[in-house]
């Protein structure tokens, strides 16, 4: 999610063509389209269909212009992309397709999926992986959105459940900055167990620990939302900077399908609390 310089919300989610959402007051949300209305034949080698699901797509809005970042991949598979597009409106059909900005295969230690841009002192870093891999990162040109250097930095690890961490975003509040992932398994409806976890770190590069003090890299993290009551496997989550504070969204499910989630978050101890 993000918000334009009128006060609108844009959420973007995984689907074909990457859906749009659009809101007033961050409740009520209308479907307004999609980025690619006419497909996105330059992902199809990474999807492995003719205009298949696009995935994770992360936002950014300054200056005017929407940033967006999205994923290409089939699941359990290293033959992932990252791409990158750019709007002055948001709308449907305005993209300018500014093509990959990274890709991997099985030769690689790291999965090119989960995008999610964080801008510190006007440099650009790239947090994205996934299972069997691990969290890292990578710096970006502010110019291309592409990468500024080969270098890749580890940021978070499991071996639990065959590694299943994936989905990070890195939000700054205060002098920390604090990684979220999404561990666990997603996208299995109710019988989902997708949970949302943090560390945090004085340094976007980390090491990130969690509230035990146990590194991330070493699989920490403590627990900022799972399963409850009739919400289940919470995840996939984003973080914006909001009028009333820092505001947590997610995807989630019930016995009803699946919903978008946005919750306000609490740093006053210096860890996350959802309110």
Same mark, same amino acid.
């Given at each position: ?29 209308? %479907? ?53 597009? %750019? ?109 949302? %976890? ?78």
């Amino acid at each position: 999610m993000c918000k334009d310089n009128t006060g609108k919300y844009w959420v973007f989610s995984t689907g074909v063509g990457i859906e749009i959402r659009s809101s007033t007051d961050r409740i009520a949300f209308t %479907r307004v389209g999609v980025v690619w209305p006419n497909g996105a034949p330059w992902t199809d080698q990474y999807t492995g269909t003719s205009n298949g699901a696009l995935w994770a797509p992360d936002c950014t809005y300054m200056n005017g212009q929407f940033y967006l970042y999205y994923a290409a991949s089939s699941f359990g598979s290293q033959n992932s992309a990252i791409f990158f597009a %750019r709007s002055s409106t948001g709308l449907p059909g305005s993209w300018t397709n500014d093509g990959l900005v990274t890709s991997t295969s099985s030769n690689n230690n790291y999965n090119a999926i989960d995008p999610n841009l964080i801008i510190e002192n006007g440099l650009w870093y790239l947090s994205l992986g996934s299972f069997w891999t691990g969290i890292k990162l990578m710096s970006a040109s502010s110019s291309t959105g592409k990468p500024s250097s080969s270098s890749i930095t580890s940021l978070a690890q499991r071996s639990a459940n065959n590694g299943a961490i994936e989905a990070s975003v890195i939000y700054k509040n205060g002098s920390f900055f604090y990684l979220f992932t999404s561990w666990d398994n997603c996208c299995q409806g109710t019988s989902s167990t997708y949970n949302i %976890r943090v560390g945090r770190s004085s340094s976007v590069a980390g090491p990130y620990v969690d509230q035990s003090g146990v590194a991330l890299t070493s699989g920490g993290g403590t627990l900022v939302l799972g399963t409850h009551d009739n919400i289940v496997g919470p995840g996939g989550q984003d973080l914006l900077a909001d009028n009333d504070g820092p505001i947590l969204v997610y995807h989630y499910y019930t016995s009803s399908g699946s919903f978008l989630g946005i919750n306000r978050l609490d740093f006053s101890s210096g860890w996350p609390v959802v309110v």
